[in-house]
């Protein structure tokens, strides 16, 4: 992308003022933000100019989850059936790791954090591990599709490499970024984070499909076959990857979406419960949780809204890419941004200041008509990292690594 027609972008949405400084920046610092300007959605800011307008939840009724005891009494089918589709090369992983680690007091991407004891054991490590079990139980690669974010990207593949893929083949490793959402004023004017850069932030979890349309990705699970996507997040150390009984499952239920879920170690856990809503598949957030559906009980006298997401899930490809393309509902979340002021000062609120924009996963899985809550034991499969200590944490999820087996 050229000056021009960055500027003529930019005149698009309102935003010129992004080019205030091109002038008397360094040619490679205006290479920078050309480029980041080039890989910037600025249609979103419409969303603010035109007034905000976050569609309220629908009616929210129970939806039925598939439990312990029912795919205990049909692995042997479900896993025949997994197995048949990971052979024939139409699953694949993709990986969310655009994270830091940040809260674990490490500046590196969070997959390079190292949770070992005696050794190094890295949580990357670990997840590819646990893809290698499924690749060794069916004797062939799985295709798995990293996320990475501007912040990390460069770090995460050079770790890979580093440590030569955790034997994993590296032909079946596929890397792209994560775009990018600008973060705008409460008038839609998007901020500045210095001269040469454009304040921006992940576009959220909903993100990671039009990320890998528009890396190219999605060409070429189109010209290799593959059928279903296991998306999952970087922090659970113990969950199941391309598990060949979930993928089995879904698709012996005909299914558009598969979701691995928990039973809630208690009401107050905050975890995204399934339901329906309006009849079609959703997720309430913890946050949303009234009193009254954490009290609901079902015709059994259980919990109603039990089964907590933890955001692994199989999604058949051909119905993501038609719901993509209608555009998921777009959120608009106050936040403190850092940002330069017209003088040229580094201002780091103290209070929210502006917007950021994000695309959830809920979302994707609203659209579609079907899904599985498909329940696993939490202590085998749900040992997130999300801090140093505490709850979901270094020390808890290490417990249950060496619970099962795990050395470290």
């Not at 921006?200 to 990671?208: D, E, K, Q, R």
């Not at 990857?241 to 979701?259: E, H, K, L, Q």
């Not at 038609?322 to 403190?336: A, F, G």
Request: net charge negative; proline share 4%; glycine share 8%.
């Amino acid at each position: 992308m050229n000056f021009n027609e960055a500027h003529d972008k930019l005149a698009k949405y309102g935003q010129e003022h992004l080019l205030k400084y091109y002038n008397r920046l360094s040619t490679e610092s205006q290479k920078g933000l050309l480029s980041q300007i080039e890989g910037t959605d600025f249609s979103v800011t419409a969303s603010v100019t035109n007034g905000i307008k976050e569609k309220p939840r629908g009616v929210i009724t129970p939806i039925k989850a598939m439990t312990l005891d029912e795919i205990n009494a049909n692995r042997e089918e479900f896993t025949k059936t997994g197995l048949e589709t990971i052979r024939a090369g139409k699953a694949g992983a993709v990986l969310l790791a655009g994270g830091m680690g940040t809260r674990l007091g490490s500046d590196n991407p969070k997959g390079m954090y190292d949770i070992g004891i005696t050794k190094p054991v890295y949580i990357f490590q670990r997840i590819i591990r646990n893809l290698l079990d499924v690749v060794d139980m069916a004797g062939t690669w799985i295709h798995l599709f990293i996320m990475t974010s501007d912040k990390n990207h460069e770090s995460t593949t050079a770790f890979f490499k580093e440590q030569d893929y955790f034997t994993y083949n590296k032909d079946y490793i596929h890397f792209f970024k994560q775009d990018m959402a600008p973060a705008a004023t409460y008038n839609g004017q998007v901020f500045m984070e210095d001269k040469d850069r454009i304040a921006t932030s992940p576009n959220g979890n909903g993100g990671w499909y039009s990320s890998m349309q528009n890396a190219g990705i999605t060409d070429f699970i189109h010209k290799t076959g593959i059928e279903w996507l296991n998306v999952f997040a970087v922090d659970n150390v113990l969950q199941r990857i391309a598990d060949p009984c979930f993928i089995g499952a879904t698709i012996s239920r005909n299914c558009s979406v598969g979701a691995k879920v928990v039973r809630k170690a208690d009401p107050d856990e905050k975890v995204g419960v399934m339901c329906l809503e309006d009849g079609r598949p959703s997720i309430v957030e913890y946050y949303e949780q009234t009193e009254q559906l954490r009290n609901t009980l079902d015709e059994n006298g259980e919990p109603a809204y039990n089964f907590g997401v933890i955001l692994n899930y199989l999604f058949r490809e051909k119905e993501l890419e038609e719901i993509c393309n209608n555009e998921l509902p777009l959120h608009i979340v106050e936040k403190k941004i850092p940002y330069m002021d017209e003088e040229g000062n580094f201002i780091n609120p103290e209070k929210p200041n502006g917007y950021k924009f994000e695309t959830l996963i809920l979302d994707m899985i609203h659209m579609l008509d079907t899904c599985l809550p498909f329940e696993v034991d939490r202590n085998k499969e749900f040992a997130p990292i999300k801090n140093k200590t505490g709850a979901d944490s270094i020390e808890s999820a290490r417990e249950l690594l060496k619970e099962n087996g795990i050395e470290l």
